[in-house]
RNA sequence: GCAUGCGUAGCUCAGUUGGAUAGAGCAUCGGUCUUCGAAACCGAGGGUCGUUGGUUCGAGUCCAACCGCGUGCGCCA
């Protein structure tokens, strides 16, 4: 699978790609085979389009094949199936309980028990089955996004914790991952911010990123005052090469933009003190960015940091590339680069030569590809900016930029998430209209998670009374951030979703809380059992157990395809159906109480893989598991 | 206007190469704790999958048109 994700129009190789686990990979290959000795080489391309029976009646799993090559060779698609059956009878038996013919063709199939046994004891080991398929490969994945001086808010959020996931999904497959925070960190705004605080006379070196973000609300609102001078000013984010040109052009603005003007030109020209100044303004918004960061479990440092001003040098090297290679033409006074398919062109140089971000995103593109090595670049960003990255990796696609250092082609994915909205559907807001500060709503979080964590130890035959108060603050803090993150990844995240906290902190039903819980109570009965026995064999008899079973062995295909289709929401619904495969079983199979020494043993190996999975499941949605709550 | 995304149960949402009677959770109703963590489990009711047409053995899924909502649309990022 892993191999069709930097070249997806590959047509499929002759296993099925999806065929992840072992056991599927038998049943599939036993499959395969069973058509070429009925069919010959007709039926050498066929796939058995094996997959896990939609319903427990049906079986294990169900293979679709027969309708379709039945038709495509004017057959009756019952009697296809069952010549293939029986053709490959000897292949099929030393797994197979049971295959029958069901419906219009489908193939309902029945494992033995003891297939099913010896495939969980395989992935009974410390990567719980999952492979490493991204091993000495590297991607890059672009998350957060922050602008220096400005309060992280929502939006940010989803850009943090859908990139986090993404990144560690990566890293359990093997891949080197590049974590990419492409920081506001450059250009006018941050210089208006800067001169505003240099008029103020502050002390740079006490400020909090909410005096930043007062600063830079006060420059635009008196940037504002003069419409016609905020025109001219967006022109100084000119190369120090035009900005004495651009000093004459703007002798007639006003005073303050002059002294904006001069701030911006003393900042690119490298003046100590003004750099100086400008590195402390990252320093004071990066220290609450990393600290948030924290709070929410995602895994983000100063290493991460490539921001604007990263690719500085980079933009006009980049102009003259796609002019070079005849992909941009001037309009108007500005560089362009069109495509065949759309009227909207993509502007990489505006009419007085400098560049703008798309500019800069072309040159990070290229950096993490070239540079980097990067044979997928996910960009984890706002639904809005769909059409803008449309052209942008049309554009890297245009130039060749996609080419990886050692051959073969990167694939440029943009993950786009949508808006976090309030009961009234809009757009998240505070009573007074403001934008939610993450801290606010992450404050909120951890507040009701340690609520209802106390008020659940309160209960004299809770498992967690007693706990010292500190601790069950750290579990409710816990539950609390597992709550925001799992509603957020286990639904698509290019959806709007309605941030109820309600519903995502209640322990009931699909929610991060429920998963915990299912993780600390198999902790505890392993803690009661005094741990698993590791080398008991394992039985797997009843439909409880087996249904269980069958789960397990679907997680290393889960990882797999939800990095490969950069969808949490598929890993966060395997952890639901895990959850409930689990109460399912432990509400009809005794586990401690059971007499027969080895079946108790085998189903406490059973207990453990289970939470181990859920652990694992849970690390990379970037969520954690408590022993206890 | 052009582009793009989305319309599935009262509410919030799943639904992977087209597959069997469209699934969960919440809410509602009814069962299950003197025994392993009941923050759990089992069951019931609840649907013209926006509308209409098309493709085919088969469409929530693919195609077309239409209706409704959202988002974007060269010198912001």
Known sequence: ???????????????????????????????????????????????????????????????????????????????????????????????????????????????????????????????????????GRCVAVDLCGVNVAKQLHVGHLRASIIGDSMARLHERLGWTVFRQNHL????????????SLERAGANLSR?????????????????????????????????????????????????????????????????????????????????EVFETAATLGVILDDTHSRGESFFRDQLAPTVDAFVQAGLAERDQGALIVRFRDRERPLLIQKSDGTSLYATTDLAAARYRIAQLGAERVIYCVDARQRDHFRDVFDAIHAIGWDRLPHGGTAQLIHVPFGAVLGADKRPLKTRSGENFTLKALLDEAVARGRREVHARAQQPDAPTAGLPHAELDAIGQAVGIAAIKYADLSGDVSRDYVFDLDRMVSFEGDTGPYAQYAHARIAGILAKAGGPSTAAPLQVSTAEERALALMLLRYASTVQDAAEQCAPNRLAAFIFELANAFNAFYQSCPVIKEADPSLRASRLRLCDLTRRVIADALSLLGITAPARM
Not at 15 to 32: Q, Y
Not at 184 to 195: E, N, R, V
Not at 260 to 281: F, I, M, N, Y
Request: glycine residues 8%.
């Open 207 to 287: 400020l909090t990123l909410d005096d930043l973000n007062h600063a830079y609300r006060r420059a635009q609102a008196e940037g504002r005052d003069d419409e016609a001078g905020l025109a001219a000013a967006r022109e100084t984010q000119a190369g120090p090469h035009r900005i004495a040109e651009l000093e004459a052009q703007h002798a007639g603005a006003s005073a303050l933009l002059t002294q904006t003007h001069e701030t911006l030109r003393r900042l690119q020209g490298g003046d100590p003190s003004t750099v100086a100044a400008w590195k402390s303004l990252i320093a004071v918004t990066m220290r």
């Open 1 to 135: 699978m892993a191999d069709d994700m930097s070249a997806p129009t590959t047509p499929s190789p002759r296993p099925d790609p999806r065929a992840a686990t072992a056991l599927h990979a038998k049943l599939d290959a036993a499959l395969r085979n069973a058509i070429i000795r009925a069919l010959g080489d007709t039926g050498a391309s066929a796939d058995p389009t094996l997959k896990p029976a939609t319903q427990a009646r049906f079986g294990d799993f169900q293979a679709n094949f027969a309708m379709g090559l039945a038709k495509s060779l004017g057959r009756n698609p019952r009697e296809l199936a069952e010549q293939i059956l029986s053709a490959g009878a000897s292949l099929l038996d030393p797994l197979c309980e049971k295959l029958e013919v069901a419906g219009p063709g489908f193939v309902n199939i029945t494992l033995r028990g003891s297939i099913i046994a010896d495939a969980l004891h395989e992935m009974d080991t410390p990567a719980l089955g999952v492979p490493a398929p991204g091993r």
């Open 184 to 195: 506001g960190d450059w250009g006018l705004p941050i210089a208006m911010t800067l001169a």
